[in-house]
């Protein structure tokens, strides 16, 4: 049998953790191009009621404020328009609906409601069914939605904010699911690194709102919904074949690869499989809540942008759909690269000893709250300046992800064995803010080229996302937690000692892939 995995092994060229890295990556980029197509498709799919006098009236006096920015930026983007696409997604037999503010308002926060019912059940489902089963099915569920929401808009908004909740629902899933693959598969210095591909969402943010402004401007917005749901189902098919729950599951890991893993991965976390979750501990435990509460900051800022800025763009700026799509987008292209650079640092700054392990989640999560919450109060108050706006913009997203090497890589260090029923209930914390976000901008918002009430969303943005960074502060930790282990280890009882496990030296083997650059081997 060891034979057959071998001969198997040497035909395997590319490592299995490299697999499992763009699955991963690839996962949560086709997750949130389902999630947020809507939130673009719907500037194309509303009929507009600021589309008359009063609304051409203030996009000719945004031009003359912003003196020629705007023309500017269309030669440097080269993006060459005929009138017609102008008027986002108005091509001929095009029906747009007669939707407020409010419905919209309900139809975006929709997709939260459900999403942060089921971060628990997502951690509990994936204790029981592992990694393969539950992000599988959730991404199957989300991309039969998409293709179904054309049809259920033109039968009643209603039905929109059904589909939209069901995809919540399955989407809440993938999160836990893949947090708790991570203990099986990464050993602990290679953990920064390989949630990077987590980041795998920033792309595929920064891919729907450029692709659906050509969709739109081309095709039309149904188009919109067919395509992200069929690159969800192209993306199930290859994660069933090429996905595995543990290294020991896999066909085809090299033996090397495979003796790495379990070498450099505690005993404890591979037994921990299938283990009863202590939910009373989690529940009551500070750091998770120090980390539920500051990244709730941080999806608050982070959302404004994702969902209130094509908005923006489009009502305060006045840019084509083409424009807008590209604009809206570009920032979280930019925010992988960052988030990979970020990941990089930080395991660096623990592989040298540079900082403790709790320093560098603590540096890092003030990088991703406290420079965006000021950024983002700046874009308020600089109004119609285009061109600085769109850079402190470019900033402040790209910032928003230094939490993957901070408090979002926490929560796999306290607790290895337990990180899918963590990150559920952390989740269920900060995602909150995902659905209050655009309905307390709903509320605020009540006129869309009212560029004073955008002041107040950024500011409320802000104040929010540097506040709850002090929770963090004060009792953020990366100390394994004693409820982590399966069975009752009377030797890990205090945090010293927890602190000795989290930061003992790995045993190294010569890996099938190297995420980490120091070939020096402990002895």
């Known amino acids: 049998m ?65 003196s020629g920015t705007q023309d500017n930026f269309t030669s440097l983007l080269n993006v060459t328009l005929d009138e017609e696409s102008v008027d986002a997604g108005l091509l001929d037999g095009e029906i747009k609906f007669d939707w407020d503010s409010t419905v919209q308002a309900v139809i975006k926060s929709s997709f939260y409601w459900c999403y942060v019912l089921s971060q628990v059940v997502g951690g509990v489902a994936t204790q029981y069914f592992g990694t393969k089963n539950v992000f599988g099915w959730s991404q199957f569920l989300t991309a039969a939605c998409s293709l179904l929401i054309p049809a259920a808009s033109d039968a009643h908004y209603g039905a929109v904010i059904l589909l939209r909740s069901v995809q919540g629902f399955a989407s809440g899933l993938t999160w836990p699911a893949m947090y708790a693959i991570v203990g099986y598969w990464i050993p602990p210095v290679e953990r920064s690194r390989f949630m990077s591909s987590f980041q795998g969402f920033s792309i595929g943010i920064g891919l729907t709102y450029p692709l659906c402004g050509f969709i739109i401007a081309h095709f039309g917005w149904r188009q919109v919904f067919y395509t992200t749901g069929t690159i969800g189902m192209v993306w199930c098919v290859f994660w069933y074949l090429l996905a595995y729950n543990t290294p020991q599951e896999h066909p085809r890991i090299t033996a090397e690869e495979l003796e790495y893993i379990e070498l450099n991965v505690s005993e404890d976390i591979k037994n921990g499989q299938g283990m009863r979750v202590p939910w009373r501990r989690i529940f009551t435990s500070l750091p998770v809540w120090a980390i539920g509460l500051t990244t709730f900051g941080r999806i608050w800022v982070h959302y404004t942008f994702i969902m209130s800025g094509p908005e923006y763009m489009q009502k305060i700026f006045c840019f084509d759909i083409q424009q807008n799509g590209l604009l809206s987008g570009a920032p979280f292209l930019c925010s992988y690269l960052s988030s990979v650079l970020f990941c990089y640092v930080a395991d660096l700054l623990m592989d040298h000893k540079t900082l403790t392990l709790t320093n560098v989640r603590k540096l890092f999560t003030a990088l991703s709250q406290i420079v965006p919450g000021v950024l983002v109060l700046l874009v308020g108050y600089l109004g119609y300046q285009i061109v600085t706006v769109l850079v402190l913009w470019f900033v402040a997203v790209t910032f928003i992800t230094a939490s993957y090497a901070g408090a979002m890589a926490n929560i796999v260090d306290i607790a290895p064995n337990l990180a899918g029923p963590v990150l559920a209930f952390a989740q269920t914390i900060h995602m909150t803010a995902s659905f209050l976000q655009p309905l307390v901008t709903g509320f605020m918002v009540t006129d869309s080229q009212n560029i004073t009430q955008w002041l107040h969303v950024f500011g409320v943005s802000s104040v929010v996302a540097i506040s709850t960074y002090v929770i963090y502060q004060v009792f953020g930790t990366a100390e394994i937690q004693s409820w982590n282990y399966p069975v009752a280890d009377p030797e890990v009882t205090s945090s010293d000692d927890s602190a000795v496990i989290a930061n003992q030296p790995m045993i190294k083997v010569e890996p099938g892939l190297k995420f980490d650059d120091d070939d020096d081997e402990d002895d």
Request: some cysteine.
């Open 2 to 66: 060891e034979a057959d995995r071998m001969r198997l092994g040497d035909r395997d060229r590319i490592p299995a953790r490299v697999v499992l890295y763009f699955l991963s990556w690839s996962g949560f980029l086709v997750s949130f191009v389902m999630r947020n197509d809507i939130n673009f498709a719907l500037v194309a799919m509303v009929q507009d009621p600021s589309s008359n006098t009063t609304g051409s009236d203030h996009c000719s006096t945004s031009s003359l404020i912003v």
